[in-house]
């Protein structure tokens, strides 16, 4: 009887509609998303060339080494350490196996990277707002995909802003390693509340994402393990409340859940148990080393609180840097702060408190009682409400433990340590758009009296016309979402001078070594990248084993690598400044430009390759 229907843990609607269909499905969001992604990104990933450089060249580097299933390491940290496991690496090595090795859709292999991120990216969001959708019901769901997309265009567009701090700008879709753990963040922290609201069906997403973080960023562990004990913890009590017979613990009632969660952290654990056990010192141990002997002076609790809430202004303070950074303090430049971005604190104030307090109302969409009176889809389950309750309490421990990473973060507190901020700012966005979702379809509900002819109207053109608006404020923002291409004259300059180099001086192994300059270096280990890919030896002078990797420096206390002798092959990597005075010291060097500032000098080995005129 329509009297005695019930709302049911499906979301607004009751629990007897159908499920989402397949256009709410994550693949087909994801496969939405990549491809939105990838053809406004299309100059960019299949016409430009890029050879990389710096951080770039040294990820790459390490990608070479996932790609034949050796790499146990995640990025180099400038404190001497890994990154605790190589995951994204071995995702873009699958990216260059495929789109570069196999069918040369891209001119340059660090392109198929891009796409390799762009699918990473994209299944993230998509399982992000699939799981949300999965909990709204009716055509709330249609609306909430309208709102947050919307949200999504404004927030990740300014975002993406912000990012033109790095060198490129590169866009919000950035490969540098502290861009790319927005999205996974994000992931975790939703699908950690689905869990805590009984929903262990989204375990595996929250290990998955999770495992991501943690082998991202050192400092991940912080943030993902209190976050799966809450959630888990919750899930026990939610089974143990429930009081099903025969089930009362989770890990029977979601038995494959469980043993697909529990693979996914052995296949995650695997590089870094085999590190452990292989290396000596491991990289783990070289953490903890650091961590125990570490003298950094730490952060005042004020100082971490204005740093996290310097992530919703979109803009750094006190001035612009490289690197933008909280590098000093003082009350009056942070009252200016605060004045000058009051509006947008104001939107944050109420985007975070509204939906609150219209959870907390006694009437309203979210007063969740068994509809009495013919099938009113306008109250949305309590299944729902405690969904989005529990959103608040995770991404509430989020912010906790993001001011206590502020406090204990050594050295200046730079913007780049702490990006996935963002992606806690945008799951409060998200809960204002499931409030909204509902409020909309409370309001269209046919059991309110106004809602007479425009009803039907409204619900069928209404999501549309919001989804168009996403839309337009997406192609607005279009080039925030978009990397630039480097220039293509020097691209072609590094290659070809390259190229030139290996015909002058054919003998292996190359010798590399450069300027303790800052330029110097990124150039050196991109030429040591572009022999990697070429196959051809080489071995570095500078003992820098965190870039280059332990087994290409030369040291006197390692026995096995090859010795230079007077008539090795010599690759130096110089500033264009300070080739004129080896050339003068030494008329058997070659010069070749590799950048407009930056040289590669050549001694080649004795007897071999062709002699060249100068």
Known sequence: MPGNVSTGPAGCAPKTEAPPGWWWRAP????????????????????????????????????????????????????????PGPAFFYVYALGEALFYDATHLVPTP?????????????????????????????????????????????????????????????????????????????????????????????????????????????????????????????????????????APWPWRTFRRQHWFAGAIVVLFLVPIVIDLVTAHPSNVQVILDHIRSSDAERKGALKALLYFLHFGAYAAYPHFDPIPAFETFDFPGTVLFFRTHWLAYSLWLTAVLLPLATLLRRKGPFLNLNASAGRDVAH????????????????????VLSMVWACILEGPMFYYVSLFNFAIYYGFLLILAIVAACWVEHLLSPSRSYAGNWRRPVELLGPALVALVAFASFAHEAR???????????????????????????????????????????????????????????????????????????????????????????????????????????????????????????????????????
């Open 110 to 246: 660090f392109n198929a990277q891009f796409i390799a991120l762009y699918a990473l990216s994209a299944f993230f969001l998509g399982a992000t707002l699939s799981l949300i959708a999965r909990r709204i019901g009716g055509a709330g769901r249609k609306w909430f995909l309208g709102f947050s997309l919307l949200l999504a265009a404004w927030h990740f567009g300014a975002v993406g802003k912000f990012y033109e701090f790095i060198p490129g700008p590169p866009g919000f879709f950035s490969i540098w390693p502290p861009c790319v753990l927005v999205l996974p963040f994000l992931c975790c922290v939703v699908a950690a509340a689905s869990v805590a609201s009984g929903s262990g069906r989204d375990l595996p997403l929250m290990v998955l994402a999770g495992c991501f973080l943690v082998h991202g960023y050192v400092s991940m562990p912080l943030f993902v393990l209190p976050l799966s004990l809450l959630a888990y913890g919750a899930l026990i009590h939610h089974s143990r409340a429930a009081g099903l017979p025969g």
């Open 28 to 83: 087909t969001l994801a496969l939405i998303f990549f491809a939105v992604i990838l053809s406004n990104n299309a100059q960019f990933v299949f016409q430009a060339q890029q050879y990389e450089i710096s951080d770039d060249a040294a990820n790459s580097l390490q990608v070479l080494k996932a790609k034949q299933f050796r790499e146990l390491l995640g990025q180099y940290s400038r404190f001497g350490f890994h990154h």
């Open 480 to 614: 925030r979402f978009r990397s630039n291409p480097p220039d293509q004259d020097q691209q072609r300059l590094f290659a070809a001078s390259i190229e030139r180099a290996l015909e002058i001086d054919p003998a292996q192994p190359k010798f590399l070594n450069f300027e303790p300059e800052p330029v110097a270096w990124t150039e050196a280990v991109g030429v040591a990248l572009y022999l990697e890919r070429r196959g051809i030896s080489w071995m570095v002078r500078e003992d820098w084993p965190i870039v280059f990797g332990r087994d290409r420096v030369i040291t006197d206390r390692r026995p096995g690598p090859p010795v230079p002798t007077p008539s090795s092959s010599f690759w130096r990597i110089v500033l264009s400044k300070n080739s004129p005075a080896l050339l003068a010291n030494d008329r058997r060097l070659h010069v070749l430009p590799l950048t407009n500032n930056v040289d590669l000098v050549i001694q080649p080995a004795l007897g071999t390759g062709p002699q060249v005129e100068k």
């Open 380 to 399: 949305p389950s309590k299944d729902l409400k405690a969904f989005l309750l529990w959103m608040y309490l995770v991404l509430g421990t989020a912010c």
